[in-house]
Nanobody
């Protein structure tokens, strides 16, 4: 089992930046075949944000965050990050980190592809 705890959310203005963290315990992120960020805005379903795989060291992003967000990981700290720049009010949501424990040759964008989830951290972007 792996436990995931997100942090770093907060209230910012449009155009500002935030860096979210997801600390893992129980197992290491290196043991996971894929790690990802999802988000859920009020009244909307949870949607994919970004993911990175272990088997294939590539990264994918949702179209609405591409060029603004960057997913990364620090294996020594057993932590996943999401650097968010040029934030927009539309980015307001609860952000979740997720991990996939089974083999995947590339990052997955479906929330059903992930086994473990954090509790989420709130990001609010004011206009």
């Amino acid at each position: 089992q792996v436990q995931l705890v997100e942090s770093g959310g907060g209230l910012v203005q449009a155009g500002d930046s935030l860096k979210l963290s997801c600390a893992a315990s129980g197992r290491t992120l290196r043991d996971m075949y894929a790690v990802a960020w999802f988000r859920r805005a009020p009244g909307k379903e949870r949607e994919f944000v970004a993911a990175i795989s272990r088997a294939i060291r590539n990264t994918i992003y949702a179209d609405h965050v591409k060029g603004r967000f960057t997913i990364s990981r620090d294996n020594a700290k057993n932590t996943l990050y999401l650097q968010m720049n040029s934030l927009k009010p539309e980015d307001t949501a609860v952000y979740y980190c997720a991990a996939r424990s089974t083999f995947s040759p590339r990052p997955q964008t479906s929330d059903g592809s992930y086994d473990y989830w954090g509790q989420g951290t709130q990001v609010t972007v004011s206009s």
